[in-house]
């Protein structure tokens, strides 16, 4: 119903903002990290992108400051028994392409560490999202690159598994990596440069 909202920041507190637009304040529950990109500008004008959820007790706004961590919400609250009180946990604990490389990487001790998230929910997370994005990557991708998503030290199969993640399409995220020499780099530099990338387009 809403996906993004711009107005004036009025109030934050913890796990909450308040975005005055033409006179009318919509509080959202925000993670740490958009709480701590957005804690410097109360009273100046922002935008944040967001997620209504609506059940039979509640109705709740939630708020991101970047488009990348909003698609990682609605990845998380997919997975059956993760819930948005657990979604919003991980990332105030990751930031949007840390979590995608816990993903990748199944790297299931990390994501445990975020509160009310167990060993169990942390491996059902990466079983169940690795699934969705192994299910898109082919061998031979149409775009010209060799994607062996088999290897895990492949770093660009992981780059191009991590932006999936993120929400990107098979061929925006093989596009966004075309040009960046992967071999002199590390995986999140890599993901870094892809995301810069797609944000200018």
Not at 16 to 29: E, I, K, N, P, S
Not at 54 to 75: K, P, T
Not at 87 to 108: G, R
Not at 161 to 187: F, H, K, P, Q
Request: contains cysteine; glycine residues 6%.
């Amino acid at each position: 119903m809403f996906y993004q909202l711009t107005g004036t920041l009025v109030h934050t507190d913890i796990n909450t903002a308040v975005l005055d637009c033409g006179g009318v304040g919509y509080q959202l529950t925000v993670s740490g990290n958009t709480l701590g990109k957005i804690s410097a500008h109360k009273e100046e004008r922002l935008r944040l992108f967001t997620h209504l959820t609506v059940r039979e007790d509640a109705i709740e706004l939630f708020g991101f400051y970047e488009q990348d961590e909003l698609a990682a919400f609605r990845m998380l609250i997919s997975v059956s028994g993760v819930g948005p009180k657990s979604a919003m946990s991980i990332l105030t604990l990751l930031s949007p392409t840390k979590f995608a490389l816990a993903v990748t990487t199944e790297d299931a001790k990390l994501l445990a560490k975020a509160q009310g998230v167990g060993a169990k929910t942390a491996a059902r997370i990466i079983l169940d999202l690795k699934d969705k994005i192994s299910k898109k990557i082919t061998v031979e991708s149409s775009d010209g690159y060799n994607i062996n998503a088999n290897k895990a030290d492949n770093k660009l199969s992981d780059a191009q598994n991590t932006l999936m993640v993120l929400g990107y399409s098979r061929s925006e995220a093989a596009a966004a990596l075309r040009d960046i020499d992967t071999s002199s780099i590390d995986l999140e530099e890599i993901i870094r440069l892809a995301l810069k990338k797609m944000l200018k387009n």
